[in-house]
């Protein structure tokens, strides 16, 4: 079956770190990060493109690392120095060869000040 699914995120102060994972199933392609806030539209946070690429929204560089396992079916996401803003729900997003885009079941990171 072709699916994403995502593990950590949680409540942590500011300044403070966590770790979340996205696991591919089914031919999906992990990608990388997005987030919506709310009342916000979700907004790209990371992505590993084609050849290993890294991307990363201004508002995380510095921060946040993303990465992947050797077989290419997880991508991780640490970060760290969080701040109240980064509180949001993060969505991995994923594609099926060159067609469909997959969207993880989202995770919850809350972020206090």
């Known amino acids: 079956q072709a699916q994403l699914v995502q593990s950590g995120g949680g409540l942590v102060q500011a300044g403070g770190s966590l770790r979340l994972s996205c696991a591919a199933s089914?031919?999906?392609?992990?990608l990388g990060w997005y987030r919506q806030a709310p009342g916000k539209q979700r907004e790209f946070v990371a992505a590993?493109?084609?050849?290993?690429?890294?991307r990363y929204a201004d508002s995380v560089k510095g921060r946040f690392t993303i990465s992947r396992d050797k077989a290419m079916t997880t991508v991780f996401l640490q970060m760290t120095s969080l701040q109240p803003e980064d509180t949001a729900v993060y969505y991995c997003?994923?594609?099926?060869?060159?067609?469909?885009?997959?969207w993880g079941q989202g995770t919850q990171v809350t972020v206090s000040s």
């Open positions: 089914g031919g999906v392609n992990p």
């Open positions: 590993i493109i084609g050849g290993g690429i890294i």
């Open positions: 997003k994923g594609r099926l060869g060159g067609g469909a885009d997959y």
